[in-house]
C-alpha cells in the first residue's frame, strides 16, 4: 500500500523567506504527483500537476519537483506571503489517489 | 460556473440513523469522487465513479455506498451511521482518469456521528 509523507508537519516563517516543503513516498509507480493547498474549513485547491515523466513544475512563486525514483517532491515557495498561510498536502496517483496528511504553514508578517 | 457543490455542509446524526450526502459538479465532469478526512490520516478515498451509472470501491469503502444516476451528480449513502464515521467529507470530481488529470474539490461536509 502507498504511503506518503509530508515532512514538517508545520512551519512558521517570516514574510519574505524562501521555504520547501517535503513530500516523499514509498511506491514508485505513479501516474502523477499533485499539490494541493486547504485553507481552514475549506475545501483542496489544486497548485501543480508533475506528471511522471516529469521532473518539475512551475506556476508563479511556486515551483515543485518531482525524483520518481527516490519517492520524493518538494514544493519550493519563493518570497513568502501572509496570504501564503494554509495547509499544503501533496498527493500521488497510482492504482488509486493517496494524500499526505500535509503541512501546516503560518506566513508571520 | 458552481464547481463542485456539497450538500449539507453540516449534519449531526444518532449512532444507527441513515444519511445522504450529495455532490454535485457543473463542469461535465466524467470522474467523481467521494473523500472523507480525519485528523492525522489525511484524506482517504473512500469510493469513486468513472462515469454515469459506474461506481467502484476505494481504499475506505466499508459502511457507505454511493450511486452516480446522473452524471453531475455523486450520491454517498450511511445507512447506518457508526461514531468511527465522524469526520469532514469531500467530494470531487475530474474531466479525466488519475493517470492525467487534477480534481477539483468541494467545500465539504462535517459529519458527527453521537
Known amino acids: 500500500k502507498q504511503e506518503v509523507t509530508q515532512i514538517p508537519a508545520a512551519l512558521s516563517v517570516p514574510e519574505g523567506e524562501n521555504l520547501v516543503l517535503n513530500c516523499s513516498f514509498t511506491d514508485s509507480a505513479i501516474y502523477n504527483l499533485q499539490w494541493f493547498r486547504q485553507d481552514p474549513g475549506k475545501g483542496l485547491t489544486s497548485l501543480l500537476l508533475i506528471q511522471s515523466s516529469q521532473r518539475e513544475q512551475t506556476s508563479g512563486r511556486l515551483n515543485a519537483s518531482l525524483d520518481k525514483s527516490s519517492g520524493r517532491s518538494t514544493l519550493y515557495i519563493a518570497a513568502s506571503q501572509p496570504g501564503d498561510s494554509a495547509t499544503y498536502l501533496c498527493?500521488?496517483?497510482?492504482?488509486?489517489?493517496?494524500f499526505g496528511t500535509g503541512t501546516s504553514l503560518t506566513v508571520i508578517p | 460556473n458552481a464547481g463542485v457543490t456539497q450538500t449539507p455542509k453540516f449534519r449531526v446524526l444518532k449512532t444507527g440513523q441513515s444519511m445522504t450526502l450529495l455532490c454535485a459538479q457543473d463542469?461535465?465532469?466524467?470522474?467523481m469522487y467521494w473523500y472523507r478526512q480525519d485528523p492525522g490520516m489525511g484524506l482517504r478515498l473512500i469510493h469513486y465513479?468513472?462515469?454515469?451509472?459506474?461506481?467502484a470501491k476505494g481504499e475506505v469503502p466499508d459502511g457507505y455506498n454511493v450511486s452516480r444516476l446522473k452524471k453531475q451528480n455523486f450520491l454517498l449513502g450511511l445507512e447506518s451511521a457508526a461514531p468511527s464515521q465522524t469526520s469532514v467529507y469531500f467530494c470531487?470530481?475530474?474531466?479525466?482518469?488519475?493517470?492525467?488529470?487534477?480534481?477539483?474539490f468541494g467545500p465539504g461536509t462535517r459529519l458527527t456521528v453521537l
Open positions: 463542469m461535465n465532469h466524467e470522474y
Open positions: 470531487a470530481s475530474s474531466y479525466g482518469g488519475r493517470e492525467v488529470d487534477t480534481q477539483y
Open positions: 498527493a500521488v496517483s497510482g492504482n488509486q489517489f493517496y
Open positions: 465513479s468513472v462515469g454515469e451509472g459506474t461506481t
